[in-house]
């Protein structure tokens, strides 16, 4: 049983480009997760999907920043016109439907460079 | 909207000594409380989960952990630390959906 996948696992884009992050959730699980972790800082989340509806975004910057999770395909963080605060670790995150008790699990994280 | 604190931001021991790691936490309403590492370059690991029954929870690779309501806290301790356990440890809170980190404490086990 697969875990969270994530690529690419590292990610180089020069300012201005786009980068575009992908998750596969484990099997069975419909909700999904993207964090953030900054360099010396904690993760801080950005935005909480289930199959083709955004829940929460209230972590998401307000611009460049979106969220997708489509009915076939895995979930993709895009992040437009990137600029070196990009830089950082996003972490996908997946758990069964919704409930207390659930236990969220984490992919291996995709590494973000803005040279 | 529940918020997470960790004591310390970097932990200095050395082998064999034993470990404890603060963890409060702020939210009204039931809590679960998770425990995950981070290994250097990887990514989150699960050590431990607190969602209710006994408070004295045990996790994998020798670490415990203690809910008390009272003081809202959810602190992690393992008896006797390895060089191995040298990495990232992060408390995090969940409500219904969403969980909330600490800042993590950085703990680093000298041989």
């Known amino acids: 049983n697969a875990g969270v996948m994530q690529n690419p696992r590292h990610l180089v884009r020069r300012r201005g480009q786009e980068a575009r992050l992908r998750c596969s959730p484990m099997k069975g699980h419909s909700h999904v997760y993207w964090y953030r972790q900054l360099p010396e800082e904690g993760l801080k989340f950005m935005v909480y999907?289930?199959?083709?509806?955004?829940?929460?975004e209230s972590g998401m910057p307000k611009e460049r920043f979106s969220a997708e999770f489509p009915k076939e395909g895995p979930s993709i963080l895009r992040i437009q016109q990137v600029v070196r605060g990009d830089s950082a670790a996003y972490f996908c995150a997946s758990s069964p439907p919704v409930g207390p008790g659930n236990t969220i699990y984490f992919g291996e994280g995709s590494w973000l460079t803005v040279v | 909207a529940q918020s997470v604190s960790q004591h310390n931001h970097h932990v200095i021991l050395s082998e064999a000594a034993s470990l404890e790691l603060g963890c409060n936490y702020s939210?009204?309403?039931?809590?679960?409380l998770f425990w995950y590492v981070q290994y250097p370059g990887q990514h989150l690991q699960l050590l431990l989960k607190y969602f209710s029954g006994d408070p004295l929870v045990k996790g994998i690779k020798g670490f415990e952990a203690e809910f008390i309501k009272s003081k809202f806290s959810f602190n992690l301790r393992k008896p006797s630390v390895q060089w191995s356990d040298t990495a990232e440890y992060f408390c995090a809170v969940k409500d219904d959906y969403k969980l909330s980190f600490g800042a993590g404490t950085t703990v680093t086990v000298r041989a």
């Open positions: 939210y009204g309403g039931t809590v679960n």
């Open positions: 999907l289930q199959k083709e509806n955004i829940i929460d």
